[in-house]
């Protein structure tokens, strides 16, 4: 029954600051890669942001040096901090996991957030 759940969304002007947070519970035993995506009306699902559990990160190249991905492991939670937003930022932001679960035996899986609603006024 392992659950991501997003939040910190909301309404900013454009050159305003969000930080997103990505929380999993439920029968977990390691949480691996975890990384962001987001979704605007009418386009493609793309990547953010993405960071292994040793740290590692890596971003989309329009987006470095504005967004910022990091992990808390202890509590199960992987951040994104966006800066400088712009309107074209403006787009629903979902968490993806990597996770090693217990039950039934250990079975490695991907999860999804249902998202969270950024958006971005000029």
């Known amino acids: 029954q392992v659950q991501l759940v997003e939040s910190g969304g909301g309404w900013v002007q454009a050159g305003g600051s969000l930080r997103l947070s990505c929380a999993a519970s439920?029968?977990?035993?390691?949480?691996?890669?975890m990384d962001w995506y987001r979704q605007a009306p009418g386009k493609q699902r793309e990547l953010v942001a993405t960071i292994t559990r040793g740290g590692n990160t890596n971003y989309a190249d329009s987006l470095k040096g504005r967004f910022t991905i990091s992990r808390d492991n202890a509590k199960n939670t992987v951040y994104l901090q966006l800066n400088s937003l712009k309107p074209e930022d403006t787009a629903a932001y979902y968490c993806?996991?990597?996770?090693?679960?217990?039950?039934?035996?250990?079975?490695?899986?991907?999860?999804w957030g249902q998202g969270t609603q950024v958006t971005v006024s000029s």
């Open positions: 439920g029968n977990i035993y390691r949480i691996d890669v």
């Open positions: 993806r996991a990597d996770i090693l679960s217990y039950g039934m035996g250990f079975n490695a899986n991907e999860y």
